[in-house]
């Protein structure tokens, strides 16, 4: 018969206790002693030596201190140096994120494994936003990948908080180029803010170092009005690299601009496909297909933004609920749709425009009422918010942006209408404009060559309409442009 494993370890415990006893009572079986800024800890060689191999290497070979009964232990201060000792005998340590710092540097500097590594598990605890800048160093120092890898993906996740810590003012330019490749796709604003002030606050050193981190940004996915304050920016206009690298980017993308700008339409659900999505091209005449929407949706809006599709709103199909859900597609990436806040209200057959970075949900159904209300949903605060409401209700509108004003066109308010309102945002105002040769509700819209499309829609009597109308702004007037070969209803479609 032999002991346990509970009972051996019981054993070891007990005789530990002892000698932990016997370094802070009776010291009868000490012999050293370390000092540190004067005061003294009696210790057993033979326990330091089995938990530290920094103490290992110095009582066994052939050292000063392993003859000498009194050995200063000079790097580490009383009161941590007791910390240690006190992992060493007993296992047991406090640490806290106000020390947690030191007893790392002590256990590195004591080289005890046990110690570091109950440290790092600690840290990984507490990375956050405010501390990943300074825990990444100290995880390079000292070896620790996970806390490196964790560290790395804290400032992922909060790069544009991160940028603004002192820390962040701190870094050499090694550790800036991989932050810089470590980023999300759509920081390159953020990204952009960071080197700027990193090089601003000691220009005479890292000014030359501005055009390899300017180079590694992708400029093509800036907002124009974010462009315009690149072009403005002393240390961009100031180096003729930087300038022509601005330059070669807005030639590509008005390019690029002209090439596709109304060559495609993106038509997103309706009755009948509730979760298609349907690439056409004007010129070829080709369909494509992209992946489905996530949830079904009839009465649906949407907006482009850059190169993302939003949608907003709609409903399983026409009898259920509306819904207040949004979502987003990546015409980039065309991997799938991406969950978005919800709106203030839900909403199925509303209208929707862009104006800069803020998308605009305008009236609609809320499953009782048509409403007048309006809200816009900021982009890059990721915040509903409500705006002036209409001044007639309307549910089944068409909604479109043209030259910075949002039109609200036709729709239902317990009739049938062919009004059409035009939102100012200066002025937070709506003002009715000329309206449609005759009422539309649930037509779709979009704007081609400075005039606004409107196609197909539910007419006065309940018969669907193939007409495709024509609006000018400049003479304020409604024409029948042509007609589609099938009549068209609660589609939703962009310009791509």
């Not at 206009?237 to 690298?245: A, G, Q």
């Not at 009948?272 to 009839?298: A, F, I, W």
């Not at 705006?387 to 942006?401: E, K, T």
């Amino acid at each position: 018969m032999r002991p346990t494993p509970k009972e051996r370890s019981l054993h070891k415990e007990k005789i530990m206790d002892y000698l932990n006893f016997d370094r802070k009572g009776p010291k009868r079986h000490c012999n050293k002693t370390l000092t540190s800024d004067g005061k003294n800890f009696s210790v057993h060689d033979c326990i330091l030596g089995a938990a530290s191999d920094y103490f290992k290497t110095m009582f066994s070979v052939e050292m000063k201190e392993k003859y000498d009964e009194v050995v200063c232990v000079k790097n580490v201060p009383p009161k941590r140096l007791e910390n240690v000792l006190e992992f060493i005998y007993s296992g047991d340590i406090d640490v806290t994120e106000e020390n947690m710092l030191e007893v790392l540097e002590d256990s590195e500097y004591t080289q005890i494994e046990g110690l570091k590594s109950f440290c790092n598990q600690f840290i990984l605890q507490v990375v956050n936003a405010d501390n990943c800048l300074k825990l990444r160093a100290y995880a390079k120092r000292y070896n620790l990948d996970d806390v490196l890898d964790k560290t790395d993906q804290s400032i992922k996740e909060n790069l544009a908080s991160v940028m603004k810590h002192k820390d962040f003012m701190q870094l050499e330019v090694d550790d800036m180029t991989i932050i810089i490749k470590q980023r999300n796709k759509d920081q390159e604003e953020a990204v952009f803010t960071g080197i700027v002030q990193w090089v601003n606050y000691n220009p005479s050193q890292r000014e030359e170092l501005f055009v390899n981190l300017f180079s590694q940004i992708d400029i093509s996915s800036m907002s124009s009005g974010f462009l315009a304050k690149v072009a403005y920016e002393n240390l961009v206009r100031s180096n003729l690299v930087c300038s022509n690298m601005l330059v070669d980017n807005l030639i590509k993308s008005f390019r690029q601009l002209t090439a596709e700008t109304g060559a495609e339409l993106l038509v997103i659900g309706g009755e009948g496909s509730e979760k298609d999505c349907v690439v056409y091209n004007v010129n070829t005449k080709e369909l494509k297909y992209l992946p489905e929407l996530s949830t079904k949706r009839v009465g649906a809006t949407s907006v482009k933004v850059g190169r993302k599709v939003y949608v907003a709103g709609g409903a399983e199909n026409s009898d259920a609920v509306a819904y207040n859900t949004c979502e987003m597609f990546d015409l980039n990436e065309q991997t799938k749709w991406n969950s978005l806040p919800c709106m203030g209200e839900c909403r199925e057959f509303c209208g929707s425009g862009l104006i800069g970075d803020s998308l605009y949900c305008i009236g609609g159904f809320d499953g009782t009422i048509h409403s007048a209300s309006c809200e816009r949903y900021d982009a890059r605060s990721d915040v509903w918010n409500e705006i002036a409401p209409l001044n007639q209700a309307r549910s089944g509108l068409a909604c479109v942006v043209l030259d910075g004003n949002i039109y609200a066109i036709g729709g239902l308010d317990n009739k049938y209408l062919s009004t059409v309102e035009c939102y100012e945002p200066r002025a937070d105002k709506w003002r009715f404009v000329a309206s449609l040769s005759k009422e539309l509700n649930r037509s779709f819209s979009c704007v081609v060559g400075n005039k606004i499309y409107v196609v197909g829609g539910e007419m006065n009597d309940e018969s669907i309409s193939k007409s495709v109308e024509v609006y000018d702004p400049t003479s304020d007037e409604w024409t029948t442009a042509f007609e589609l070969q099938n009549p068209a209803l609660d589609a939703t479609v962009v310009v791509i």
